[in-house]
Nanobody, 125 residues
Framework: VQLVESGGGLVQAGGSLRLSCAAS????????IGWFRQAPGKEREGVSC????????YYADSVKGRFAISSDNVKNKVYLQMNSLKPEDTAVYYC???????????????????WGQGTQVTVSS
């Protein structure tokens, strides 16, 4: 299982970024893929996830209405479109795969067993 994030960077408040998570080594369409973030000195937070089998998605309240998750089952990629970014969105963003094909979306990191290396998102005020 391999997950590789990309698309992070430095952006001004109010700007947008699109993160990508390229997945390989497993049956992509059978698993939930989640996005998490961790800021310095803070706990890891479940941001969003998508169940690739039916496209159902979850969003944390902190990003609802600003972020949108999508997946491409041909390219085996999951995207996180982040709009109206705020300085408090600054963090390392990780994508992760659920431990089992039977799992639904969850904000709990314990549901996810494979993680990417992360991509830094910095939002300046």
């Amino acid at each position: 299982v391999q997950l590789v994030e990309s698309g992070g960077g430095l952006v001004q408040a109010g700007g947008s970024l699109r993160l990508s998570c390229a997945a390989s080594g497993f049956t992509f369409g059978a698993y939930v893929i989640g996005w998490f973030r961790q800021a310095p000195g803070k706990e890891r937070e479940g941001v969003s996830c998508i169940r690739n089998s039916d496209g159902s998605a979850y969003y944390a309240d902190s990003v609802k209405g600003r972020f949108a998750i999508s997946s491409d089952n041909v390219k085996n990629k999951v995207y996180l479109q982040m709009n109206s970014l705020k300085p408090e969105d600054t963090a390392v963003y990780y994508c992760a795969r659920a431990r089992s094909t039977s799992y639904s979306c969850s904000r709990a990191g314990s549901y996810f067993g494979s993680w990417g290396q992360g991509t830094q998102v910095t939002v300046s005020s």
